[in-house]
């Protein structure tokens, strides 16, 4: 039951439970039952190519139904956003129509070949806060939305965080027209799922009502791990670009077109690889803040053994937490792509696909997270995101942070990606007494 100060009765009933609270995670969150539903989600893969759940697919939508029936056990309200995303709603007691909200949550599509924990640890450690505060009857002054954001992974589509760019208002007509090589329109895709084909208009008519936006992930790099760190409290996520590169040549015989009348593609396109590779290097030692860039998609065509490649498409993915990097990166490739297009005699075009500029985590935010993990005696530091997130959509709407917890050896994207159900449980704890803290001071306001 609703009591104005139920953050103090709920403390002084319980004063055993107080000090557990205080100081030890599993009070919160239960690791058997997260290491279970990661198992589960684990489950829904294909069989040949563990473990792959690419969004749309049938795994996908079967994973989707699962979670569905385990936010409705948890007693929440489940439907289908606009935008593809999966929502569970817990209730607050208020009127609906003028409610806060907290959001929390991550998504449970996969790259190809990719981890069981990556987005899946911030669904588990989301739901862990619905099972905790339904198992210690607590009611909040706002409603908490968990969010299974549709496509966070990058796609055929030459997208990625699908849901969160449609529930900030980004997801473009544009966008959802694209055609993939299957023949497949995305907007139709995310229409069979129970979302709209329609582009939004704007972002989502209660982002005013959102107190905040919180995520739990694994870290995919090894500075918690290396320095035996509980949890990360992310500071900012870089800003994304991808670019398609074509490359276009002159098909011919490779064993009747001389070397020096060739027009190789692929020659050409290997040259814009390195170069690539080279400025990267180059922008990130001028530059202490985070700068990567990756060309890791190629397709050649014709493709054949015994033919000179006629034409060559690439994906250029660049990551910065500077703007400035990316920009001088940016010049300095497309000047030398110009001197290798005159010396191999290839045309090299490059459009921008994607964009999303760096995306600042809320120091609000960020200090009561902090605050959280001290009063659980959870070691953290802060960390730059070297990933893209879906909380670069969010935060652009509303008040929005992230916790990392550690991954072994810092591998993700790969099936050897582990996250303890220990790790979870603590950023799962350190989510759930954040939600308290708000609640605290949503009461208080009043």
């Given at each position: 039951?609703?009591?104005?100060?139920?953050?103090?009765?709920?403390?002084?009933?319980?004063?055993?439970?107080?000090?557990?609270?205080?100081?030890?995670?599993?009070?919160?969150?239960?690791?058997?039952?997260?290491?279970?539903?990661?198992?589960?989600?684990?489950?829904?893969?294909?069989?040949?190519?563990?473990?792959?759940?690419?969004?749309?697919?049938?795994?996908?939508?079967?994973?989707?139904?699962?979670?569905?029936?385990?936010?409705?056990?948890?007693?929440?309200?489940?439907?289908?956003?606009?935008?593809?995303?999966?929502?569970?709603?817990?209730?607050?007691?208020?009127?609906?129509?003028?409610?806060?909200?907290?959001?929390?949550?991550?998504?449970?599509?996969?790259?190809?070949?990719?981890?069981?924990?990556?987005?899946?640890?911030?669904?588990?450690?989301?739901?862990?806060?619905?099972?905790?505060?339904?198992?210690?009857?607590?009611?909040?002054?706002?409603?908490?939305?968990?969010?299974?954001?549709?496509?966070?992974?990058?796609?055929?589509?030459?997208?990625?965080?699908?849901?969160?760019?449609?529930?900030?208002?980004?997801?473009?007509?544009?966008?959802?027209?694209?055609?993939?090589?299957?023949?497949?329109?995305?907007?139709?895709?995310?229409?069979?799922?129970?979302?709209?084909?329609?582009?939004?208009?704007?972002?989502?008519?209660d982002a005013d009502k959102i107190v905040a936006c919180l995520e739990?992930?694994?870290?995919?790099?090894?500075?918690?791990?290396?320095?035996?760190?509980?949890?990360?409290?992310?500071?900012?996520?870089?800003?994304?670009?991808?670019?398609?590169?074509?490359?276009?040549?002159?098909?011919?015989?490779?064993?009747?077109?001389?070397?020096?009348?060739?027009?190789?593609?692929?020659?050409?396109?290997?040259?814009?690889?390195?170069?690539?590779?080279?400025?990267?290097?180059?922008?990130?030692?001028?530059?202490?803040?985070?700068?990567?860039?990756?060309?890791?998609?190629?397709?050649?065509?014709?493709?054949?053994?015994?033919?000179?490649?006629?034409?060559?498409?690439?994906?250029?993915?660049?990551?910065?937490?500077?703007?400035?990097?990316?920009?001088?990166?940016?010049?300095?490739?497309?000047?030398?792509?110009?001197?290798?297009?005159?010396?191999?005699?290839?045309?090299?075009?490059?459009?921008?696909?994607?964009?999303?500029?760096?995306?600042?985590?809320?120091?609000?935010?960020?200090?009561?997270?902090?605050?959280?993990?001290?009063?659980?005696?959870?070691?953290?530091?802060?960390?730059?995101?070297?990933?893209?997130?879906?909380?670069?959509?969010?935060?652009?709407?509303?008040?929005?942070?992230?916790?990392?917890?550690?991954?072994?050896?810092?591998?993700?994207?790969?099936?050897?990606?582990?996250?303890?159900?220990?790790?979870?449980?603590?950023?799962?704890?350190?989510?759930?007494?954040?939600?308290?803290?708000?609640?605290?001071?949503?009461?208080?306001?009043?």
């Open positions: 039951i609703y009591k104005p100060n139920f953050i103090n009765h709920h403390c002084a009933s319980r004063p055993h439970r107080v000090r557990q609270m205080k100081k030890d995670f599993s009070y919160f969150s239960d690791p058997q039952r997260i290491e279970t539903a990661v198992k589960t989600l684990a489950s829904f893969t294909e069989a040949d190519r563990p473990f792959t759940r690419l969004v749309f697919s049938s795994e996908f939508k079967q994973a989707r139904q699962w979670l569905k029936a385990e936010f409705t056990k948890a007693g929440l309200i489940c439907h289908v956003d606009n935008g593809g995303n999966l929502i569970g709603l817990r209730q607050a007691v208020d009127d609906a129509s003028e409610q806060k909200k907290v959001i929390i949550g991550s998504h449970i599509d996969t790259v190809s070949a990719g981890g069981q924990f990556d987005g899946v640890a911030g669904i588990v450690a989301a739901l862990e806060v619905i099972h905790f505060l339904n198992q210690q009857n607590i009611s909040l002054p706002f409603s908490i939305e968990i969010v299974d954001f549709l496509g966070e992974e990058l796609n055929v589509w030459g997208l990625s965080c699908l849901g969160s760019r449609h529930m900030a208002g980004l997801l473009t007509d544009e966008m959802l027209s694209r055609i993939d090589q299957e023949g497949r329109q995305l907007g139709l895709e995310i229409e069979s799922i129970g979302g709209k084909r329609q582009p939004p208009r704007t972002p989502r008519q739990l992930h694994i870290e995919q790099a090894d500075r918690l791990e290396t320095n035996q760190t509980d949890i990360g409290i992310v500071t900012d996520i870089p800003g994304i670009s991808r670019y398609a590169i074509k490359v276009m040549g002159r098909a011919g015989h490779s064993g009747t077109t001389r070397m020096p009348d060739r027009q190789d593609a692929l020659v050409a396109a290997s040259e814009v690889i390195t170069t690539a590779q080279d400025t990267g290097i180059a922008i990130a030692e001028q530059d202490n803040k985070h700068f990567v860039a990756t060309i890791g998609r190629i397709d050649v065509y014709p493709n054949g053994a015994a033919t000179v490649p006629g034409e060559v498409n690439m994906v250029l993915d660049l990551r910065a937490s500077h703007e400035h990097s990316r920009d001088e990166f940016l010049k300095q490739l497309q000047t030398k792509c110009m001197l290798i297009s005159k010396n191999r005699s290839c045309k090299i075009e490059m459009e921008l696909i994607s964009n999303a500029s760096v995306a600042v985590m809320d120091n609000d935010l960020r200090q009561r997270l902090s605050h959280a993990a001290k009063s659980l005696n959870l070691s953290h530091i802060d960390l730059s995101s070297g990933a893209g997130h879906d909380m670069v959509h969010l935060s652009r709407i509303a008040p929005a942070a992230m916790v990392f917890i550690p991954c072994k050896d810092g591998l993700s994207h790969c099936p050897e990606e582990l996250a303890t159900p220990e790790a979870i449980a603590k950023g799962s704890a350190v989510l759930a007494r954040t939600i308290l803290a708000l609640a605290s001071d949503e009461l208080n306001k009043g």
